[in-house]
């Protein structure tokens, strides 16, 4: 029986840091005990350029090394780009789109012209509230969380608190907690 | 030159695994002119032994002082330096009054 | 089986440098090129946080790195160096050197295209450039086997039958930036398995002073080369050796050929990589359709594990090789390696040359699945190289 | 402390200096006796040599398989990496005198690095340069031979103007080769914390001096050797010395020294002879002197020598007690 992959792509600008994302969301599922992957595609990005990350998530050592096609989720981390037809390139009928922007979620599907579920969460606008800075990492998380179930809120938590707990105080590790929660909480989504 | 070993019989990497073992080379068979020196007119100043290229000036140290003692032709190619750089084996000495006399290597038997 | 107590997701080159870590080299000389680049980058915080031992070596090239290394290493240290792509070609001058000195020096590669064009991405041009250079060739399909072969690439080559320096190949981008799932033994395991370095003539023994990098003439420079041609053919055996010891720690097992499902398979692909992986995963599929199909992967192409492919392949109805690599004006260097080794087996399978990924060109499962597509139909031709995922 | 010539003529009265008998350098030669006056210095101060070579006259006739004339370690890499090498060597000294493996800890070791002008000037400038810039102590001797000697007398970056080479040769219609040599001690002294100095056979105490002071300079040093071919520079084989007093009397081969950008004038020469004599004496000049521009050329030189004589007198003047570090 081939392996069932969870796939995931993200969209971003570089320098906003999804290549970070993605990697954070891989270890929040090593925690739960999921192989994963975790790989952005690499051009000659210079800030502001479009990019891509991906994910795969699975119970059974992953196997395959070639990039995401057909995603089960899309997260796209900088709502300027919506409307590039890379966003929808290979998604099926029951791929979730989870869009950082404080746009409503009709404004989300007329541009990607799709009708798919969309999940809108205002991740930049928590940062910043929360963390103080604009960096929709730590909300995205939490709106993957409740969105997909693929990492749960723990495990996410878990991983926060050891990555930044290393690295920077206890405040800032707290509002990364609490940004995620908010992800969680105040992700919306059609359908 | 000793018979050529096999692969098995050399150490491995082109390793020289012990030092100095071109002292069993003969570079003397390349000379040509052959320096011949006499003892009575050298002052011992050493400037032989230091700028001879291939080391073949044999010294011995007598009462802490070095002496020179000859040549060791095994290894001297024959250039002349010995003799050019000596003060007492200028050109404009006579040669029975040189230390150091540049002779023809068909000048001898050995 | 040892119990994991270490999981990390991880990069290959962090993986790499984990590994380097653990080895704790005495001297590590390196430049930084695209895509080793992040494992000079962790390796020299190691050194500068005092966690390794290793005095590192910021040299000005790549040459200069491996010139570096090969001075360290014929002075009696372990040595290591990483590189890829142009880096590697910068070298090559010194990668035969290193190997004719015989001196044990591990340098993962993260395998990346030759220019030109100038091109950061994955294929196997640079390794390949080297492949007659007489260094071990290791291969690994992912982190965890980046990792694991870099850890065993040191007690190979400095095994005293083999003292040959051992390249480790992991795909550049895919694998060496790629976060997956690496186990990493405990340093202490890890430590222990390397073990002491025991240099054969140091040159720092100044005791016993030896002469290394002589004029080797005609009347010995023969018989050198051919101690190297001996010393590859202990290689396969004492990496058996190693690979066992190393399974007794890790759990995980080695062999020259990696197998998956060509027990009772008629159609065997062969790959080398992080391909590999997408290529068993295209058996799962292929597999559930009702076709007898496996892949084998070498983790070793330097010495090339020929009587090991005869004996897995006679017999079988085709064999497909990919290559992530062209030889202009000749066979793909893996297909050509594997067809000439077929030229005596009993029974010859069909056999057909696929080359693929070029500059880091994505592979994808209906490329795989449309070569062995083309073996299921008996449409393989010996003498026709193809071309996965090109715009003909 | 100051060597002599008698000292070290007892020292070394029964044993080799390093280098030793049995090499197959061309009668005359001056290059093992640059290796033998650094190395002779080296061990009458205490010190055990290791020594790495890079491809050459040197590396080539002293270690012809199964025959090395050193009896000092001794490593040959490549022609353009000698710098490199003697970097790892030095840096596996230190790991593992700090290991407390095969270094000998009551040895004071000094590492050698010997390369031509082609392994200096040209191909190895940049394993040479990064190996100074990283601060590995080690000291580097480029015995100046002017040319790629090893193989026929190529022209190198050193070669002199109106020097005859294989590869640069007076033709018909081109004259040789019409660029001054490369100014290598200039490129070296623009290293930072080197020493720098320039050495002749012909004037051994000054030699044996500046090795003293390279050995215990906290750092790399690079010592410039002139070093006459007698096969290629067309004279006889007994000229090796008689030629580098010409060459430090007409200033052609200054004898100088930069420490941490001071620089020192070693050998003071009152009045240069005219560099006419130099090259008068060499065969490798009597094509240049056959041309009819023959006297725009040497003259071009010697403006270049007086000139380059008055420099380095102000920058003694100026950098006197002024070290840049």
Redesign the interface.
């Known amino acids: 029986m081939p392996a069932k992959y969870f796939e995931i792509r993200w969209h971003a600008r570089a320098g906003q840091g999804a290549k970070s994302a993605s990697q954070m969301l891989a270890e929040a599922a090593l925690e739960m005990g999921k192989y994963v992957q975790s790989f952005p595609e690499y051009g000659a990005e210079r800030t502001g350029a479009p990019m891509k990350a991906f994910n795969r998530i699975a119970d059974v050592p992953i196997l395959v090394h070639s990039s995401v096609e057909s995603p089960d989720v899309v997260i796209v981390i900088d709502d300027t780009m919506l409307g590039h037809p890379d966003l929808v390139t290979g998604v099926k009928e029951d791929t979730i789109f989870i869009v950082n922007t404080t746009k409503d979620i009709e404004f989300v599907k007329e541009k990607l012209g799709i009708s798919g579920k969309i999940c809108v969460v205002p991740a930049t606008d928590i940062a910043l509230e929360e963390i103080k800075r604009g960096i929709p990492n730590t909300v995205m998380l939490g709106a993957i969380a409740k969105v997909t179930g693929a990492i749960t809120l723990e495990s996410a938590e878990k991983r926060i608190r050891k990555t930044f707990g290393k690295k920077f105080s206890e405040e800032i590790v707290e509002a990364n907690i609490r940004a995620l929660r908010r992800g969680f909480e105040e992700v919306k989504c059609n359908g | 030159m000793a018979e050529l070993k096999n692969w098995k019989e050399i150490p491995i990497g082109g390793i020289i695994d012990k030092p100095a073992t071109a002292k069993e080379y003969q570079t003397g068979t390349w000379r040509v002119i052959r320096p011949v020196y006499q003892p009575e007119n050298c002052i011992n100043c050493m400037m032989c032994w230091l700028y001879c290229p291939d080391q073949a000036i044999k010294i011995e140290v007598v009462d802490g002082k070095p002496k020179m003692r000859g040549y060791n032709y095994y290894y001297c190619k024959g250039c002349g330096l010995c003799a050019n750089v000596c003060p007492k084996s200028n050109d404009k000495l006579p040669e029975e009054k040189r230390a150091i006399v540049m002779k023809p290597e068909t000048d001898f038997q050995d | 089986m040892p119990e994991v107590k270490n ?3 991880v990069t290959g080159a962090q993986a790499v440098a984990n590994a380097m870590r653990q080895i704790n080299p ?2 590590v ?1 390196a430049y930084p090129i695209t895509p080793q680049t992040p494992v000079v980058e962790y390796f020299a915080q190691y050194v500068a946080d005092g966690v390794v ?3 590192m ?5 790549e ?3 491996m ?11 372990r ?1 290591m160096t990483a590189t890829a792509a142009n880096g590697l070609a910068l070298m090559h ?2 990668v035969y ?1 290193a190997a ?4 044990p020096i591990v340098m993962p590669v993260a395998n990346r295209a030759l220019s030109g064009p100038i091109n ?2 994955c294929d196997h041009s640079d390794a390949m450039a080297e492949r007659d250079s007489g260094w071990i060739q290791l291969w690994a399909e ?1 982190a965890q086997e980046a990792y694991d072969l870099t850890l065993m690439a040191i007690k190979l080559g400095e095994h005293e039958d083999v ?1 040959l320096p051992v390249m480790v190949n992991f ?1 550049g ?3 060496s ?5 690496v186990d990493f033994l405990d340093d202490e395991v890890a430590k222990k398995f390397v073990g002491e370095p025991n ?19 005609y ?2 420079y023969f ?2 080369k ?2 190297q041609i ?2 590859m053919k202990h290689v396969k055996r004492v990496f058996k050796e190693v690979a066992e010891e190393f399974e007794k720690i890790s759990g995980r097992k080695y062999e020259v050929l990696d197998k998956y499902m060509i027990d009772d398979a008629e159609y065997i692909m062969i790959a080398l990589g ?2 590999a ?2 290529i ?2 295209t058996v ?2 292929l597999r ?1 359709q009702g076709h007898k199909v496996g892949v084998i992967k070498p983790w070793i192409f330097r010495p090339f594990p020929k009587k090991e492919l005869q004996e897995l392949l006679d017999g079988r109805k085709a064999v497909i090789v990919l290559d992530r690599a062209a030889s202009f004006g000749a066979e793909a260097p893996l297909y050509e390696a594997v067809k000439s080794a077929l030229y005596n087996v009993s029974s010859k399978p069909l056999i057909g040359s696929y080359v693929y990924g070029l500059g880091g060109r ?4 209906e490329h795989i699945k449309k070569a062995f597509e083309d073996a299921f139909s008996g449409d393989l031709n010996p003498d026709e190289e193809r071309y996965l995922g090109l715009r003909e | 402390m100051a060597l002599n010539i008698m000292q070290l003529a007892t020292m070394f009265a029964d044993k080799n200096p390093g280098i030793t008998q049995g090499h197959r350098l061309c009668p005359g030669c001056a290059a093992p006796n640059v290796a033998k006056f650094a190395l002779m210095t080296a061990q009458s101060l205490g010190y055990t040599p290791v020594v790495g070579l890079a491809t050459g006259c040197l590396e080539v006739s002293t270690t012809i398989y199964p025959f090395t004339a050193w009896n000092v370690p001794y490593i040959h890499n490549a022609f353009e990496n000698v710098g490199a090498t003697i970097s790892g060597v030095e840096t596996a000294y230190r790991a593992l005198a700090k290991k407390g493996r095969i270094v000998d800890p009551n040895k004071k070791y000094a590492f050698f690095a010997f390369a031509g002008d082609g392994g200096t000037y040209d191909i190895g400038l940049q394993s040479l340069s990064g190996a100074v810039e990283r601060g590995h102590k080690f000291i580097y001797i480029v015995y100046d031979n002017e040319g790629y000697m090893n193989t026929g007398n190529q022209r190198s970056g050193s070669t002199p103007a109106g020097s005859q080479t294989t590869t640069q040769p007076v033709g018909k219609k081109l004259p040789g080769k019409v660029q001054l040599k490369k100014n290598i001690v200039e490129i070296m002294a623009g290293h930072e914390n080197v020493y720098v100095a320039t050495v002749s056979t012909s004037e051994p105490m000054d030699f044996f001096k500046k090795i003293e002071k390279a050995l215990e300079f906290d750092g790399p040093a690079f010592i410039a050797a002139f070093s006459p071919c007698v096969r290629f520079w067309r004279v006889n084989d007994d000229k090796a010395v008689d030629i580098s007093k010409l060459a430090i009397e007409t200033g052609y081969w200054p004898l100088y020294e930069v420490e941490r950008g001071v620089y020192r004038i070693t050998k003071k020469v009152k009045e240069l002879k005219p560099v006419i004599e130099f090259i008068k004496a060499q065969g490798r000049f009597r094509n240049l002197l056959k041309r009819s521009d023959a006297d725009e050329i040497i003259g071009e030189l010697q403006e270049y020598i007086t000139r380059r004589w008055e420099r380095l007198q102000i920058l003694e003047e100026a950098t006197k007690d002024k070290p840049i570090r």
């Open positions: 999981r990390q997701a005495d001297v000389a031992e290793t005095e070596i910021p040299v000005e090239s040459h200069s790195a010139s570096a290394v090969v001075g360290a290493a014929a002075a009696g240290a040595a001058e010194i050197i004719s000195s015989r001196l950061i991405h992912n003292r795909d981008f895919i694998i930036h790629g976060v997956e799932v240099p054969k003539y140091p040159l720092l023994d100044v005791e016993n002073p030896v002469t290394y990098g002589p004029l080797d003439l009347d010995y018989e050198h051919r101690q001996e010393a992080s391909t992986g997408t068993k995963y799962d599929l559930e994505d592979i994808k499962i």
